[in-house]
């Protein structure tokens, strides 16, 4: 069964930054493909970013060029370094691994003007 647990969440203040961390077990982690999404009060979940295996990223719109999705096999952990946030990114962020209807219980962050 696959688990995931998010951290790294808090408040901080618009331009500032913030490190997400996900650690997963009960899979193969190395060759899955992990995705973070977010959930902003009042909205749909909506996805944000996804690295596969090998490394490679995609970003939505919304966060390209201030957000980054790196992984550390060893560790089984996916992390979503954010920048120059802005109060819209304020949202429960999760991550979950492509293919599977797991979630973990999301981090909050939350974004002051």
């Known amino acids: 069964q696959v688990q995931l647990v998010e951290s790294g969440g808090g408040l901080v203040q618009a331009g500032g930054s913030l490190k997400l961390s996900c650690v997963v077990s009960g899979i193969a982690f190395g060759v899955r493909t992990m995705r973070w999404y977010r959930q902003r009060p009042g909205n749909q979940r909506e996805w944000v970013a996804h690295i596969n295996g090998d490394g490679l990223t995609t970003y939505a719109t919304f966060v390209r060029g201030r957000f980054t999705v790196s992984r550390d096999n060893a560790k089984n952990t996916v992390y979503l370094q954010m920048n120059d946030l802005k109060p819209e990114d304020s949202a429960v962020y999760f991550c979950?691994?492509?293919?599977?209807?797991?979630w973990g219980q999301g981090t909050r962050v939350t974004v002051s003007s």
């Open positions: 979950t691994v492509l293919g599977s209807d797991s």
